[in-house]
């Protein structure tokens, strides 16, 4: 979340080292009567229908099933909405700017120009909105980089513009016109940064079926907006309604410095709305609340911190910011984040979460909640304690609708919280100690203004440091997995390889350890964890991809540092480092260094995954993957099957990482291991052939687990020209993206997805990541691929999607085995464009395509997976030695071989 954050800290700074020059140069007085202004701005922009707090979810759904055309039909109805709502405002400032200038206490000197910041409502509303439509297309595809440029490179424009023609005196118009300024630039570059996720076509506007979705999580989302406005804006209408406007300007800066620590966490909000928006799109509820509980692990200890030390601190910072003459906004900012730190503690997750599976009205009737409370309180405690009273009230609101939204969601999806870190009260105490002395240092030296407050930060960030020795290791580390122990009835004599048939007592429980890139990777072990929830296992499931880093989140900073200070962990970052360095770019290091750091991998794998996963709390443990595949041989009483993906030692070698000389060691290492595992499978089932044949194992303890696919309910249509579609990744070597130009050059209509982004020199038609719903506008997929002994021998995962939307593969003539793949349409680079041609007529392309959908239902995976329950249900013994001798490759079960 490095450049999310990044992105909206650059605002809130801006804000911060602006207020005192603008206090300065324009008085307090009329510092109010800005701040009364903006005020009614973000009041105006909350009350939009929910039509921009929408925007970043249906962006990133779209973005997730690769709809730009959608994306750009939201595009243009969400600005139509905004020109609209600032011409509706502009009218009715024209008749209501007297009378409210009226109404509320604004000196006299400052009316006129009071009234003329009224008028300017309108456009300034509808670039503001605009300005965050471009942020949120931004966020919802994960472009954070783009939005780190372009929010803080409108946020410098717009400060260097300010200290320049900012003087003294009437300039509030000005201001007015700079701040415009600001919000077009960052909808211009916003837009021409997403320019890629929008397609523009007729209809310009959503579909009717699109605007009833949307309108409808609009109308929830304005509830909750609405509520927003209650229990935060109102108070400064209330104090300018009683007090003089003065006292806005003060409310105003206590105001913006607690915004501007509760939205520090906040920061990580976009990407995880994204991911949880997207794990929902894929795995539905169980997946999102997996994701949640993984998350809030973390997230709530972090926050209690962090809100504890800067409650504390931020009267002092005040004061050290804007003079002791102003100690009152130090209050205001006090109370105001004690309420923040708890709202965000309790609700950050939960409000991604209900976000990400369409139910926000959750997040209504908590907003509500915390608006009656606060409406019964503020009178009396207005009365009792004047401007604090106000803050006070808004508060204790927020802290009583918090505890009513961690009820509802219990209620809802079961989310729960665990329980704080042992030492969590010590180290935030030390915390609070160190940052509350080292501001009272801070504030007697006598300086103020912006740089002094970076300066009473120090001791902030200082106590949070130290905090982090005591709870750091128990937040990176997560959850623990852990069973619990069933107590055995008398007479049972059940062990960790004799359990009872499946419904004489607890569901099985199985651990799946993979490392889900995202990519084909992600795909099978995700596969086996549904089908076997559906069946009702205990299926956990642990991802090492980003064993070694603090983030596995794309695009955040944490996902390229570090994430333990255990030797073990640290030993592992610095191998990743080292392979990256040494045999990612240098050819020489690539051939003879990869074997000892993939070794090395291995071995510190092995041994970190051996201590955090509970092993023996399971029945069953898979793993599908070779890095991990050294927990296997750790002693456990579970059963262990290895899903092998391909004969890794051979991949590697036709991947140019090894000498020959390495590759035999690497091989004769990984029969041993192949023999070892109790239980085998590989991928596909050749492969298993072709590991008999190469490896000389003995294939006594197959146990085929076939790829498999999940055929759609929309399949593929045939439009003319037909066009090609390529789906995957695009990083490895064997992807061939040589031949992929070249063929893109003898057949122009191939569209290509997937990441990382390929080098434009190749002249591909990239169209970036999309998911697998749009090969449906698609007539063939296409594979390329390296030719070797191993991948003539294998298949592709691709393949398999294809499949699932009826289209037709054309994969290499040289691959061997494709009678069990039915729909394959084999070429050579000289017949490409003859092959496509000869299926260009509607009645063979259609004869062809159904063969091709007949095959994904022949390997549905929950024909593909019959092995595994099978497996499952019976005692889960691995076959006596003397059952097994002289076995060779026979699959399973779930073949792809048409009878």
Not at 191 to 216: D, M, N, Q, T, W
Not at 309 to 330: C, H, I, K, N
């Amino acid at each position: 979340m490095g450049f999310s954050a990044l992105a909206q800290v650059a605002p809130l700074l801006t804000n911060l080292a602006l207020t005192p020059y603008l206090i300065r140069h324009l008085g307090l007085d009329r510092f109010g009567v800005w701040s009364l202004i903006l005020v009614f701005l973000a009041t105006l922009a909350v009350l939009d229908g929910g039509v921009g707090a929408s925007l970043a979810r249906f962006y990133a759904y779209h973005g997730a099933r690769g709809d730009r055309g959608g994306t750009g039909r939201l595009v243009v109805g969400s600005l139509t909405v905004f020109v609209g709502l600032g011409a509706l405002v502009t009218v009715l400032s024209v008749l209501v700017a007297p009378a409210v200038v009226t109404a509320l206490d604004v000196p006299p000197r400052l009316a006129r120009e009071a009234e003329q910041l009224l008028l300017c409502l309108g456009p300034l509303l509808t670039v503001a909105l605009a300005a965050n439509s471009a942020i949120a297309l931004l966020q919802a595809n994960a472009r954070f980089r783009s939005l780190a440029v372009v929010s803080g490179g409108s946020c410098l424009v717009y400060a260097v513009a300010v200290v320049t023609v900012i003087d003294s005196g009437p300039d509030l118009p000005l201001l007015v016109l700079l701040t415009t300024g600001r919000y077009l630039l960052t909808t211009a570059c916003g837009l021409a940064a997403g320019a890629r996720h929008i397609r523009i076509r007729r209809p310009l506007l959503p579909l009717p079926s699109e605007r009833r979705e949307f309108v409808g999580y609009a109308a929830r989302m304005q509830l909750s907006g609405f509520t927003v406005f209650l229990n935060g804006e109102v108070d400064a209408v209330v104090i300018a309604t009683l007090l003089p406007v003065r006292y806005v300007g003060i409310f105003a800066a206590g105001y913006q410095a607690a915004i501007a620590l509760r939205s520090l966490p906040l920061y990580a909000f976009p990407p995880i709305l994204t991911r949880m928006t997207q794990v929902y799109a894929q795995h539905e509820l169980p997946g999102a609340t997996r994701e949640f509980h993984a998350l809030q692990f973390r997230w709530l200890p972090a926050v209690l911190t962090y809100g504890a030390v800067t409650t504390a601190a931020v009267g002092l910072a005040v004061q050290v910011w804007l003079g002791p003459e102003l100690a009152l906004s130090g209050v205001v900012a006090a109370v105001l984040l004690a309420g923040y730190a708890v709202q965000v503690a309790l609700t950050g997750m939960r409000t991604c979460f209900v976000r990400a599976i369409g139910r926000p009205g959750l997040e209504t009737r908590y907003s509500w909640c915390s608006t009656a409370v606060n409406l019964a309180l503020t009178v009396p405690l207005t009365i009792a304690f004047g401007l604090v009273g106000v803050v006070l009230a808004t508060s204790v609101g927020i802290m009583a609708g918090s505890l009513y939204f961690v009820v509802l969601c219990r209620r809802v999806a079961d989310l729960r919280e665990q329980r704080l870190p042992k030492r969590w009260a010590r180290a935030t105490a030390l915390a609070v100690t160190v940052a509350v002395l080292g501001d009272l240092v801070v504030l007697r030296l006598g300086w103020h203004g912006a740089l002094p407050l970076l300066l009473a930060g120090l001791p902030v960030l200082a106590g949070l440091a130290l905090a982090w020795p005591f709870i750091g290791r128990e937040l990176i580390q997560g959850p623990r997995i852990r069973a619990e122990r069933t107590p055995a009835e008398e007479g049972d004599t059940m062990t960790g390889r004799t359990a009872p048939e499946r419904g004489d007592g607890p569901p099985r429980r199985v651990l799946i350890v993979a490392q889900l890139d995202g990519y084909a990777n992600s795909a099978k072990p995700l596969a086996i964890e549904r089908y076997l929830r559906e069946h009702g296992y205990d299926v956990h499931l642990a991802d090492t991809l980003c064993l070694a880093r603090a983030s596995s989140a794309p695009g955040s900073l944490g996902r390229i540092l570090p994430g333990s200070a255990r030797p073990a962990k640290l030993a592992l970052y610095a191998n990743d480092v080292a392979s990256k360095v040494l045999t990612r770019r240098w050819s020489f290091g690539r051939r003879h260094l990869s074997y000892y750091v993939l070794l090395t991998d291995h071995r510190l794998r092995r041994r970190i995954l051996r201590t955090e996963l509970a092993l023996d709390d399971f029945d069953l443990v898979i793993c599908e993957t070779p890095y991990d595949v050294g927990v296997l041989t750790t002693p456990t009483s579970a059963a262990t099957l290895y899903d092998c993906p391909t004969p890794w030692a051979d991949e590697v070698l036709d991947e140019g990482r090894l000498t020959r000389r390495q590759h035999g060691k690497l091989r004769g290492w990984e029969r041993d291991l192949l023999e070892e595992m109790e239980y085998l499978s590989f991928s596909w089932e050749t492969y298993g052939r072709y590991a008999q044949q190469e490896y000389g194992i003995s294939g006594e303890n197959f146990l085929q687990l076939n790829w498999g696919c999940t055929p759609s309910s929309e399949r593929a249509g045939f439009t003319r020209p037909p066009r090609v579609a390529y789906l995957g990744s695009l990083s490895g070597q064997f992807i061939n993206l040589p031949l992929l130009s070249r063929l893109s050059r003898l057949y122009p209509h191939i569209d290509v997805y997937g990441g990382p982004p390929p080098d434009p020199s190749l002249g591909l038609n990239y169209r970036g990541y999309a998911s697998p719903e749009v090969l449906r506008d698609y007539q063939f997929g296409l594979i390329t691929c390296t030719r070797d002994a191993l991948r003539e021998e294998g298949f592709s995962a691709k393949h398999m999607q294809y499949l699932e939307y009826g289209l037709p593969v054309l994969v290499p003539a040289w691959r061997r085995h494709l009678d069990l793949l039915r729909g394959s349409v084999p070429y050579t680079e000289e017949d490409f464009a003859d092959r496509i041609g000869a299926l260009s007529d509607r009645e063979r392309w259609r004869a062809v395509s159904d063969e091709a959908y007949e095959q994904a239902r022949r390997l549905d995976w929950n024909r593909t997976m019959e092995p595994l329950r099978r497996l499952l249900d019976g005692p889960l013994a691995p076959p006596e030695p003397e059952t097994r001798s002289g076995r060779r490759y026979a699959p399973s079960g779930g073949t792809g071989r048409v009878p």
